[in-house]
């Protein structure tokens, strides 16, 4: 009796250690799989939302995310959009660019970016448009945010 308690007492350990190496090499696919099948999304306060527009200027081109005012159980009165630049063979030293959020045919807001320095500012043309949240270089691009209230009109 006690060498079957034995066997199978080993089978177990060995069932469940080749279960714990199956889970650890299979994360990433049992995780992109679970999640696919659930429907979970990456938060657009994290990804920056979906992408409405992008405008390819030769060398570089500036992608615009739509307005986020996502909030957990309902909208926020404040939000951001993000724009990013993303070089195509290389950025000029100074890049100026007005974006129109409200889709009015306005410029919002106008954006210039020193490349070298790693500056923005920010120069707002409408009340909705608050301030320069953040600029950050990513991989070899740039991103922005820029932080906006709801409803200002």
């Given amino acids: 009796m006690k060498q079957v308690l034995k066997i199978a007492g080993y089978t177990w350990a060995g069932a469940c250690l080749a279960?714990?190496?199956?889970?650890?090499?299979?994360?990433?696919?049992?995780?992109?799989?679970?999640?696919?099948?659930?429907?979970?999304?990456?938060?657009?306060?994290f990804s920056g939302g979906e992408i409405v527009r992008s405008v390819d200027h030769g060398a570089y081109k500036t992608v615009i995310h739509r307005p986020v005012f996502d909030g957990l159980l309902g909208e926020r009165q404040?939000?951001?959009?993000?724009?990013?630049?993303?070089?195509?063979?290389?950025?000029?030293?100074?890049?100026?660019?007005?974006?129109?959020?409200?889709?009015?045919?306005?410029?919002?807001?106008?954006?210039?970016?020193?490349?070298?320095?790693?500056?923005?500012?920010?120069?707002?043309?409408?009340?909705?448009?608050?301030?320069?949240?953040m600029l950050v270089r990513v991989n070899q691009g740039w991103l922005a945010r820029v932080q906006l209230r709801k409803g200002a009109s």
């Fill in 19 to 45: 279960v714990v190496l199956a889970m650890f090499i299979g994360n990433d696919f049992f995780g992109r799989t679970f999640a696919s099948t659930t429907g979970i999304t990456v938060s657009p306060r």
């Fill in 78 to 133: 404040e939000g951001f959009i993000q724009v990013e630049w993303q070089p195509v063979t290389a950025f000029p030293p100074v890049i100026e660019e007005g974006i129109d959020v409200t889709a009015d045919g306005k410029e919002d807001f106008t954006l210039r970016l020193d490349t070298v320095a790693g500056t923005g500012v920010l120069t707002p043309r409408h009340l909705s448009v608050i301030a320069l949240e």
